[in-house]
C-alpha cells in the first residue's frame, strides 16, 4: 500500500523496510521525549512482523524522493483507540536531519486523510509529552485542538511531566480540507 503526497508518500512497512525501522525504532536521538525506547532490535522487528497484516495497525515509512532516489525520513503509524467509537491514534518520528522541511506534516495530513477517508475514523488522537513541542506545533497545524492534559502521566527523565491529549473529528478534518481548496 502506497499514499502518495506532493514531496513525500506513505508506504506500508514491510519486511524490505525493518532494518530502517529498527534502527529509528532503537535511536534515542530520535525519541527524546518518550519515557523509554526500545534498546533491542529483535524485539522491533518481531513486533513489526507481527502487526504486518493487521488492520487495526497500520505502520509507514515516510519517504521523499531526491535525484532519482527514494530517501526514507521517518515513520508514520494509525492505530485503533477505540474501535466501537471508531477513534485512531497516530504516532510519527521524523529523523532529525529531515525535521522542519514540513515533511512530517504532509505525512501524517495523508495520514489523516487515510484514516478518515479509508478506515472510517470518526476521531483520531495524538498524545505528546508537555516538553514536545515541535509534536505539539505539528499537530495544531493539522488542525488538531488540545482537549486535555493528563497530569503526571509520563514517567521522563526522573520526574513525572503531564502528557497533552489532541484530537480531531471526521467533520473538522473534511471542512479543514475542503476550506484549504
Not at 529531515?98 to 506534516?105: A, D, I, K, N
Request: with cysteine.
Amino acid at each position: 500500500m502506497k499514499i502518495d503526497g506532493d514531496r513525500v508518500f506513505l508506504s506500508k512497512v514491510t519486511s524490505d523496510d525493518l532494518d530502517f525501522v529498527c534502527e529509528l525504532e532503537t535511536n534515542t536521538g530520535i525519541w527524546l521525549f518518550e519515557e523509554q525506547v526500545e534498546s533491542d532490535k529483535g524485539t522491533v522487528r518481531g513486533k513489526y512482523l507481527e502487526q504486518m497484516n493487521s488492520t487495526s495497525q497500520y505502520n509507514f515509512v515516510i519517504t521523499k524522493e531526491a535525484d532519482g532516489k527514494s530517501i526514507p525520513v521517518g515513520l508514520a503509524q494509525i492505530w485503533s483507540y477505540s474501535e466501537h467509537r471508531k477513534s485512531w491514534e497516530l504516532g510519527f518520528a521524523i529523523i532529525p536531519e529531515f525535521q522542519g522541511h514540513g515533511y512530517g506534516l504532509e505525512a501524517i495530513n495523508l495520514l489523516l486523510d487515510f484514516s478518515f477517508h479509508q478506515l472510517g475514523a470518526h476521531k483520531v488522537v495524538g498524545m505528546c509529552n508537555c516538553h514536545n513541542m515541535k509534536s505539539m506545533n505539528l499537530m495544531e497545524k493539522l488542525g488538531m485542538r488540545r482537549e486535555g492534559t493528563f497530569k503526571e502521566e509520563l514517567m521522563w527523565k526522573g520526574q513525572w511531566v503531564d502528557q497533552y491529549f489532541y484530537a480531531i473529528l471526521d467533520t473538522e478534518y473534511i471542512k479543514k480540507a475542503n476550506t484549504s481548496l
